[in-house]
């Protein structure tokens, strides 16, 4: 009876953990399916299944289009992001610096500030300044989303990195700039690898921000959702696949390439 009793807590959990993954693999798992589809609607019975949606899409110049601009810009965001939360993560470990905890509530204050919220000062921001909307706002409202999870990857790897590299590196004539491209920036490496490529993500994920602060060309999420007002596609599908599958690999082979450095 105890052993009933014990193993029920642990049963539960395991019954609600893969509920829980049902519940987010489901929904993708149908949006794959249905983009084999054969007829030109979304609805079960799939009935024929076919590859041609797939060949449709890869030769939809709007949506290559899209997809360059979205890397675009995911790199151009991805730049702006490391250098600026390396430096706020160097400045919160440096000696000496006063109001070390309010800096880093000031640089993770984007990533729990609501999307819409964000999106909407961001509007403003630019407006009051008289920066035009299209990829320059577009860039500097990702970058802000972007910066705080990079600050908390560098400044987790900065705080296990032992002192005496850096003041070895002073001792042998070094200076602080020489140091920090010779010593901490490759001590930084996997953690600013794990960052740039959860910055990308972010950057290509994003809607909310690139719907308020973007011009006339779209980006990837803004293209599929012009697609979905004129009605759902088995089309529409596909291209959510090849983002979804695309997206998923670049995570896993970032999480790959990061825990090889960590070993090495």
Not at 16 to 32: G, K, R, S, V
Not at 194 to 217: A, E, N, Q
Not at 227 to 242: F, R, W, Y
Not at 251 to 261: F, K, P
Request: with cysteine.
């Amino acid at each position: 009876m105890r052993n009933l009793f014990s193993d029920a807590p642990r049963a539960s959990l395991t019954a609600f953990y893969w509920a829980f993954i049902l519940y987010l693999l489901l929904p993708l798992t149908l949006m794959m399916a249905m983009s084999f589809k054969g007829a030109n609607f979304v609805a079960f019975p799939i009935g024929e299944w076919t590859f041609d949606w797939y060949v449709k899409v890869m030769q939809d110049k709007q949506f290559l289009e899209a997809c360059l601009y979205s890397i675009m810009i995911a790199g151009a965001t991805t730049l702006a992001a490391t250098i600026l939360g390396v430096w706020i993560a160097m400045l919160i470990v440096a000696e000496g610096v006063r109001g070390q905890v309010i800096i880093f509530a000031l640089a993770c204050l984007p990533a729990v500030v609501p999307g819409m919220i964000s999106a909407i000062s961001l509007r403003i921001f630019i407006s009051t300044i008289d920066m035009p909307t299209g990829t320059a706002a577009v860039i500097l409202g990702h970058t802000v989303h972007a910066v705080p999870f990079v600050v908390v990857m560098a400044l987790t790897r900065l705080r296990s990195m032992p002192g005496n590299l850096v003041d070895a590196a002073r001792d042998l004539g070094a200076d602080s700039v020489v140091a920090f491209f010779r010593v901490t920036l490759p001590y930084l490496g996997p953690a600013l690898l794990g960052g740039m490529i959860f910055c990308v993500l972010l950057s290509i994920d994003d809607f909310v921000r690139t719907f308020f602060l973007g011009g006339y060309r779209p980006t990837l999420p803004m293209l599929i959702f012009a697609k979905v007002q004129g009605g759902m596609s088995p089309e529409i599908n596909a291209m959510a696949t090849l983002v979804l599958v695309v997206t998923a690999a670049v995570g896993l082979y970032a999480e790959h390439l990061t825990r090889r450095a960590r070993t090495r």
